[in-house]
């Protein structure tokens, strides 16, 4: 929502400033399409030319992503502690009955309480391998963060390359308004016969590449690609609650402090209340 905003107030001040100074959109409506091809299709070109397969199969959803805001809400960091702290009770009650949840979560009893968690395989692998290791004697707390630690900057370092894409091809795209104002000097060398009000409109024409490639660089793109970077990073967030409420039950402290462990490294604005949190432990305890 903010960032349509966002747009709509970019449009709103850049052109209507230009207007109420006296410019006239003619001259920028009629070189439009042209320009808007030269250095929308160069970059397109260039972004596909500089990039994997892998990242342009994400780099619509990664845009569609940065529009909708993260994809966890405190609601769903509540909801995973909530997950931890059955399956730590489990895993300390009856290592053999939680193995058939860790096993084939799909059909877990206890995954299943929690559907929008279940449709995240990261997450859903993030718990269940840890477990897994752990229940064949792979406990040791230190290994064991480190061993998340790493997992978790891989998912990082794969999530990030369409923000950084986006941000290569925002610093790419003023030099490629220069290309495309040069095209439109030598258009204009070419008609230096012609009168001088006819020479000005083809100047202006030119310089409206120029404007084209800064204003979509640092009015749009790049905004864009921080907006994702930020998106990305809270919902890595997600999978820190789940690394250290994983590390603190190898460390064999108490469950509910496990969760609480978890609670603390979700960030201030998705962290769920620990009164909330509480009570919904409690109402687990008595359906159980």
């Known amino acids: 929502m903010f960032g349509l905003i966002g747009m709509a107030l970019t449009f709103a001040m850049v052109f209507g400033g230009f207007i109420l100074a006296g410019g006239h959109l003619e001259v920028i409506l009629h070189s439009l399409p042209h320009e808007m091809m030269i250095i929308g299709g160069a970059a397109v070109g260039a972004f596909a030319l500089s990039n994997e397969t892998s990242v342009l199969k994400h780099t619509w959803p990664g845009i569609m992503r940065a529009f909708k805001g993260a994809r966890w809400t405190q609601a769903d960091h509540q909801d995973v502690l909530c997950l931890m702290y059955q399956l730590l009770r489990l895993a300390r009650s009856s290592p053999v009955e939680l193995e058939e949840h860790i096993e084939r979560p799909e059909d877990s009893t206890i995954f299943r309480?929690?559907?929008?968690?279940?449709?995240?395989?990261?997450?859903?692998?993030?718990?269940?391998?840890?477990?897994?290791?752990?229940?064949?004697?792979?406990?040791?707390?230190?290994?064991?963060?480190?061993?998340?630690?790493?997992?978790?900057?891989?998912?990082?370092?794969?999530?990030?390359?369409?923000?950084?894409?986006?941000?290569?091809?925002?610093?790419?795209?003023?030099?490629?308004?220069?290309?495309?104002?040069?095209?439109?000097?030598?258009?204009?060398?070419?008609?230096?016969?012609?009168?001088?009000?006819?020479?000005?409109?083809?100047?202006?024409?030119?310089?409206?590449?120029?404007?084209?490639?800064?204003?979509?660089?640092?009015?749009?793109?790049?905004?864009?690609?921080?907006?994702?970077?930020?998106?990305?990073?809270?919902?890595?967030?997600?999978?820190?609650?789940?690394?250290?409420?994983?590390?603190?039950?190898?460390?064999?402290h108490a469950t509910n402090l496990c969760v609480e462990v978890g609670r603390q490294a979700a960030p201030d604005n998705l962290r769920p209340s620990f009164v909330s949190v509480e009570t919904a432990l409690r109402e687990i305890k008595r359906a159980s």
């Open 113 to 252: 309480e929690y559907p929008r968690i279940l449709k995240d395989h990261e997450a859903v692998t993030l718990i269940t391998d840890t477990l897994r290791s752990a229940s064949l004697n792979y406990d040791d707390p230190y290994q064991v963060e480190e061993m998340l630690s790493r997992r978790i900057a891989l998912m990082r370092t794969e999530g990030m390359h369409v923000p950084h894409a986006l941000q290569s091809t925002a610093d790419a795209l003023p030099a490629l308004g220069i290309v495309a104002a040069v095209l439109g000097v030598i258009k204009t060398m070419g008609s230096i016969d012609q009168p001088p009000e006819i020479l000005g409109k083809m100047i202006g024409g030119a310089l409206v590449g120029t404007f084209l490639g800064v204003f979509l660089a640092y009015g749009f793109v790049a905004p864009l690609a921080q907006r994702l970077t930020g998106v990305r990073r809270q919902d890595e967030s997600f999978y820190e609650v789940i690394k250290s409420v994983l590390v603190a039950g190898l460390h064999q």
